[in-house]
């Protein structure tokens, strides 16, 4: 064989090298990129996810007003939640996404949206459980009151537990 030849061979076996190696960096590239977007939507699920469990039960817009014996609000119960008052807006949940809140024990939707089963089942859904009361309208302190046992009656603040879901539609 030439000198030439050879040399021509070696060049064109360091540029098959070359190449290659530059397709599994474009590869690995694209993998971490992958991965980080991930990481990040799921970061931003939790985030929502969260902010909307503590808004469940400390929001004045959704926890129950305790009001005195003229009707005046003393002030908002945390953790007494009126299902009639939790939707997106009051939870904070941006478009794109939605949630349910759940009967921990027995699974039946209380407010919200029901998760979509099958194939079209969300890919990651943000849940989180919370011991609660709920009571529909303003709390009387009087109520309260038998509820503390400092009053006698039955009480109508039922502890409950329930579960917050936040999905990506």
Not at 42 to 70: F, V, Y
Not at 80 to 101: E, Q, R, T
Not at 110 to 133: D, K, S, W, Y
Request: proline residues 5%; contains cysteine.
């Amino acid at each position: 064989m030439k000198k030439a030849q050879v040399l021509s061979l070696d060049l064109l076996l360091a540029l098959i090298i070359i190449v290659f190696g530059l397709g599994l960096l474009i590869q690995s590239t694209e993998t971490r990129i992958y991965s980080q977007k991930q990481e990040l939507a799921q970061n931003e699920l939790e985030t929502i996810g969260k902010n909307a469990s503590m808004l469940l039960a400390g929001s004045p817009q959704i926890t129950c007003p305790l009001t005195s014996t003229d009707s005046s609000i003393i002030t908002h119960l945390p953790n007494c939640i009126d299902l009639s008052k939790v939707n997106s807006a009051s939870l904070g949940i941006p478009s794109g996404y939605a949630f349910g809140v759940f009967d921990s024990t027995t699974q039946i939707l209380l407010a919200g949206t029901a998760i979509t089963q099958g194939a079209n089942a969300p890919a990651n859904v943000f849940a989180e459980q919370r011991a609660v009361v709920t009571y529909s309208g303003p709390v009387p302190k009087s109520e309260l009151e038998i509820c503390m046992g400092t009053a006698s009656g039955t009480c109508g603040l039922v502890p409950k537990a329930i579960t917050i879901s936040v999905w990506r539609q």
